[in-house]
């Protein structure tokens, strides 16, 4: 018999077992975890592979994995939880979490949210006080302005009570000169190339990695942003073979080949997408422009 859990709580399940240092239940629930989801699944298979390589421990072993390692896996646990929040996607495993534990990570996140803080009443007495001391200033005005030590400060007919002092003293200001706003340019900013050379190393990158290709735009949106999910990033890049434009979906971002291939093989790029390979940008778009949010054109 399956079960089925959404992916927040069952993110949230192996976390609260880490935290714990329940690896083994953590990774037999894990064991048998998969998705109809063909992104989630992916996620979960690229996990499986992390926790076989952090916290199996060998044969005749003592103890448990170390802290350092457990404390890696819970932070891919809360990137692949953050990576499908409001996807509504479930996980299917044959081992059944415990329901308490999952209601209980509810509950304990409801009450995290509707907790409001106390707040201190001294800002609320100390507005009381200047108010009360400005309403008390105005009731006797009179009396304080006739005061000895304070004629002697504020200079006669300052304060008076008359219309005409408060006019005198706004002639007495001088008026600050009006600031000319500056005249809106008409022109139209031109669109700039981005080179490999240059700006390429700073967001593009000089390497990629090639997922795929399509002939169709539509298409190769829709497994860009797959292949964004999966991997923080990917962008299509848009080029006419023979006369036909051609779509190829890419994860771009690595100023050298060596950082592409640690890329490759530690977040297992080829293991989802079969086929994926490394490529510069110098031999396929030595000059791009951006026509529109992460589609590049390539000539």
């Known amino acids: 018999m399956a079960y089925q859990t959404n992916s927040g709580d069952f993110f949230d399940y192996l976390t ?49 994995p170390p802290k350092t390692q457990i404390q890696d896996v819970i932070k891919l646990v809360k990137e692949l939880k953050n990576a499908h929040y409001r996807r509504n996607v479930k996980v299917n495993t044959l081992t059944e979490p415990s329901k308490n534990a ?16 106390k707040r201190s009443v001294w800002p609320w007495i ?5 108010l009360g001391g400005g309403a008390a200033s105005y009731y006797f005005k009179d009396q304080i302005l006739q005061n000895k030590y304070v004629k002697q400060i504020i200079p006669e007919g300052f ?45 593009i990158g000089r390497y990629y990695i090639q997922i795929a290709s399509y002939s169709e735009l539509d298409q190769a949106k829709s497994k860009r942003k797959r292949v964004a999910m999966s991997f923080d990033r990917a962008i299509i890049l848009q080029k006419d073979l023979g006369g036909k434009p051609n779509y190829k979906i890419v994860i771009p971002g690595f100023t050298t080949r060596e950082n592409a291939e640690d890329f490759h093989d530690d977040r297992k790029v080829d293991k989802l997408y079969n086929g994926a390979f490394i490529q510069p940008f110098s031999s396929s778009c030595g000059n791009m422009s951006e026509v529109e949010e992460n589609i590049y054109s390539c000539k």
């Open 102 to 117: 999952i209601k209980q990570f509810s509950k304990n996140n409801n009450t995290g949210s509707s907790y409001k803080k």
């Open 16 to 64: 609260q077992l880490l935290v714990e240092n329940k690896v083994s239940e953590m990774v037999q629930i894990l064991s048998d975890a998969t998705s109809s989801d063909p992104t989630l699944n992916g996620d979960l298979k690229f996990l499986k592979l992390r926790v076989n390589k952090k916290l199996m421990v060998p044969a005749g072993g003592i103890g448990g």
């Open 159 to 203: 304060l008076s009570s008359n219309n005409n002092s408060a006019s005198e003293i706004n002639k007495a200001i001088p008026e600050k000169p009006k600031k000319k706003s500056p005249k809106k340019q008409t022109t139209t900013p031109k669109k700039k190339d981005v080179k490999p050379s240059s700006t390429m190393s700073s967001g």
């Open 126 to 130: 100390f507005l009381l006080l200047l």
